[in-house]
């Protein structure tokens, strides 16, 4: 979809490859697997656990000019829900053709009904996406 | 590299970072550089996670 998606945690790439290799759940894997030890990128994003030395579940929407459009984060052992992060993603490039529409909480795809927002509505993209 | 201290916020502009990365359709080691997404037009989506080897 002409992103670019990459997997991020404070493993090194060694240990990328050799999760890569052993864990079948991974077979389909062609993202970049991000290697952070030291916690630099995860302090960066806000995510960096000092008590454990890990990276809390994160994920990041990068636009193309570098504004951060999404963030969402979660603890420990509750996963994202990539279908979830797949529609914030497709809302972000159907609003960067129709910057004067917003898309509601039950936008899922192209074609779904949108809003054009007034005033009450700036400032108010980010609850509405992360109902 | 350079980062901030304080955490990005959502609408503020991303410092350019790059991570190490291994690259499963290459087989190798590979880095990923946000300044060269950006250059070529691309969003990028991070995804973070605490450790390999683990569930969910």
Request: proline letters at 5%.
């Amino acid at each position: 979809m002409g992103a670019e998606l990459v997997t991020v945690s404070t493993d090194t790439e060694f240990v990328h490859l050799a999760w890569k290799r052993d864990e079948k759940e991974l077979a389909d894997v062609t993202y970049k697997m991000g290697a952070d030890p030291t916690g630099a990128v995860s302090k960066l994003f806000g995510v960096y656990d000092p008590a454990s030395g890990l990276a809390l579940r994160g994920s990041f929407i990068i636009a193309p000019d570098g504004t951060l459009f999404n963030s969402e984060v979660n603890f420990y052992n509750m996963g994202r829900n990539i279908d979830e992060l797949m529609r914030k993603f497709k809302a972000n490039l159907y609003l960067t053709r129709k910057a004067d529409e917003g898309c509601p909480s039950k936008w899922k795809d192209d074609g779904d009904a949108t809003l054009r927002p007034g005033p009450e509505m700036v400032g108010r993209v980010h609850e509405a996406l992360n109902k | 590299m350079s980062e901030e201290l304080k955490p990005v916020s959502v609408g503020q502009s991303v410092p350019d970072f790059e991570l190490t990365t291994y690259d499963p359709v290459a087989h190798d080691f590979s880095k990923f550089s946000l300044a060269e997404a950006k250059k070529a037009g691309k969003w990028t989506i991070l995804f973070f996670y605490p450790a390999d080897f683990t569930f969910v």
